[in-house]
T-cell receptor
Framework: TQLLEQSPQFLSIQEGENLTVYCNSS?????LQWYRQEPGEGPVLLVT?????EVKKLKRLTFQFGDARKDSSLHITAAQPGDTGLYLC???????????FGSGTQLTVLP | KAGVTQTPRYLIKTRGQQVTLSCSPISGHRSVSWYQQTPGQGLQFLFE???????NKGNFPGRFSGRQFSNSRSEMNVSTLELGDSALYLC???????????????FGSGTRLTVV
């Protein structure tokens, strides 16, 4: 069974601070996706990374896929209250359209 | 374009009953997947349908079943409901593409099922 461990589980920071969320596994994934979920809604895809060592930037968000494709990180610069939400990493393996999700990081950005 | 539509949004059922949830994918998306989300277990894969065929199935008991229609709409059914089936059930659609080109799901808002 593939597992994805996310840390931290909870994060509460002040507006303007930087933060990093980690997603680790002992398994290799063909791709790694990050989603953000708000209360009462389904997850929304932020990014997909597929190549070991790949770095993608989405405005203030930077995503990195580990060289061995077993881990990933999400870095947010100058967090804003609108960044508040549940951040989920999810790994895909082989040819199946089936994701293994991490347990999530609940981020709260205080104004 | 319209997103993934799930109905109903909320549902309350009694133990032992059965329930059917519905999902309409984004137009043109032929792959539909279902996930269960609970506070304790997070998001867990139930099954995936493509062209009316189940392609993958997660580790859930046989009480959980689904189907897909020719217009790509999908339903999932849970029979003999248990208290532990209370969860947010999420439907997600995606373009066919090759697995290497798959860039993720578009999720619906979910159906919140409460079993009492």
């Amino acid at each position: 069974t593939q597992l994805l461990e996310q840390s931290p589980q909870f994060l509460s920071i002040q507006e303007g601070e930087n933060l990093t969320v980690y997603c680790n596994s002992s398994s290799v994934f063909s791709s790694l996706q990050w989603y953000r979920q708000e209360p009462g809604e389904g997850p929304v895809l932020l990014v997909t990374v597929v190549t070991g060592g790949e770095v993608k930037k989405l405005k203030r968000l930077t995503f990195q896929f580990g060289d061995a494709r077993k881990d990933s990180s999400l870095h947010i610069t100058a967090a804003q209250p609108g960044d508040t939400g549940l951040y989920l990493c999810a790994g895909a393996s082989g040819s199946a359209r089936q994701l293994t999700f991490g347990s999530g990081t609940q981020l709260t950005v205080l104004p | 374009k319209a997103g993934v539509t799930q109905t109903p949004r909320y549902l309350i059922k009694t133990r032992g009953q059965q329930v059917t949830l519905s999902c309409s994918p984004i137009s043109g998306h032929r792959s539909v997947s279902w996930y269960q989300q609970t506070p304790g277990q997070g998001l867990q894969f139930l099954f995936e349908y493509f062209s009316e065929t189940q392609r993958n199935k997660g580790n859930f008991p046989g009480r959980f079943s689904g189907r897909q229609f020719s217009n790509s709409r999908s339903e999932m059914n849970v029979s003999t409901l248990e208290l532990g089936d209370s969860a947010l059930y999420l439907c997600a659609s995606s373009l066919q593409g090759s697995p290497a080109q798959w860039d993720g799901y578009t999720f619906g808002s979910g159906t919140r099922l409460t079993v009492v």
